[in-house]
C-alpha cells in the first residue's frame, strides 16, 4: 500500500508542480525542477489528446489528462520521463503491475492528478511538502452538451455529444 501511495505522489509532483500555479517555496535543487517540463512531455506522449492545469478553491493543483485509451497512459507511465521523475522520490521499489483492473480496449480516459501543498511534510515516507495526494481515472458517459468550445479535447469522441458551436453562428 505505501508504494502504491508513493507512486501517486511522484506522478503527481512530476506532473503538477511544475506546470500549475506558482508554489510559495521552490523545490530543492536536483528536485523537481531538475526534471524539466514535465507537462510538456505529457503533452507530447503518444496518445494523449491533451493536457490541462488548474488550481482550485480549496487549493488543490490539479492536472487534467485525456488518453485514446489504456495503451496510452502505460506508454506515459513507463516512459523515460515519468520513469526517472519516479526514480527521484521514491526507493527503487517495485510497482505493482499500473491499471491492472482496466481493460485492454479501455478508451477514452481521462486521469485527473491533485495535490494539495502543505508548509511542511505531512504524508509520511514522502519528501514532498503535501497534505493530499490523488490521481483518478474517468471515462466520458454518453451525452452532454457545448458551445463556443468544451472542456475536454476536441479529439476526444463521446457518444451522444452536442455541439452547439455551429448553430450560434447562424
Known amino acids: 500500500m505505501r508504494c502504491c501511495f508513493t507512486m501517486v505522489a511522484v506522478s503527481l509532483?512530476?506532473?503538477a508542480l511544475?506546470?500549475?500555479?506558482?508554489?510559495?517555496?521552490?523545490?530543492?535543487?536536483?528536485?523537481?525542477?531538475?526534471?524539466?517540463?514535465?507537462?510538456?512531455a505529457l503533452?507530447?506522449?503518444?496518445?494523449?489528446?491533451?493536457?490541462?492545469?488548474?488550481?482550485?478553491?480549496s487549493g488543490k493543483q490539479v492536472i487534467f489528462a485525456w488518453f485514446e485509451d489504456k495503451k496510452a497512459v502505460l506508454k506515459w507511465y513507463h516512459g523515460d520521463v515519468h520513469q526517472k521523475a519516479m526514480k527521484l522520490f521514491t526507493s527503487t521499489e517495485e510497482y505493482p503491475r499500473p491499471l491492472k483492473e482496466i481493460a485492454a480496449d479501455t478508451g477514452p480516459i481521462m486521469v485527473i492528478a491533485s495535490l494539495t501543498?502543505?508548509?511542511?511534510?505531512?504524508?509520511?515516507g514522502l519528501a514532498l511538502p503535501v497534505s493530499q495526494i490523488a490521481i483518478e481515472?474517468?471515462?466520458?458517459?454518453?451525452?452532454?452538451?457545448?458551445?463556443?468550445?468544451?472542456?475536454?479535447?476536441?479529439?476526444?469522441?463521446?457518444?451522444?455529444?452536442?455541439?452547439?458551436?455551429?448553430?450560434?453562428?447562424?
Open 13 to 15: 509532483a512530476c506532473l
Open 18 to 40: 511544475p506546470g500549475a500555479a506558482q508554489q510559495d517555496k521552490k523545490p530543492a535543487a536536483g528536485g523537481l525542477a531538475a526534471m524539466g517540463d514535465l507537462v510538456g
Open 137 to 170: 481515472l474517468y471515462q466520458p458517459l454518453p451525452g452532454g452538451a457545448a458551445i463556443g468550445g468544451r472542456f475536454a479535447p476536441l479529439q476526444m469522441k463521446v457518444k451522444g455529444f452536442r455541439d452547439y458551436s455551429e448553430k450560434e453562428k447562424n
Open 43 to 57: 503533452k507530447a506522449s503518444p496518445g494523449c489528446l491533451g493536457v490541462d492545469t488548474a488550481r482550485t478553491a
Open 117 to 124: 501543498p502543505a508548509k511542511e511534510e505531512k504524508l509520511k
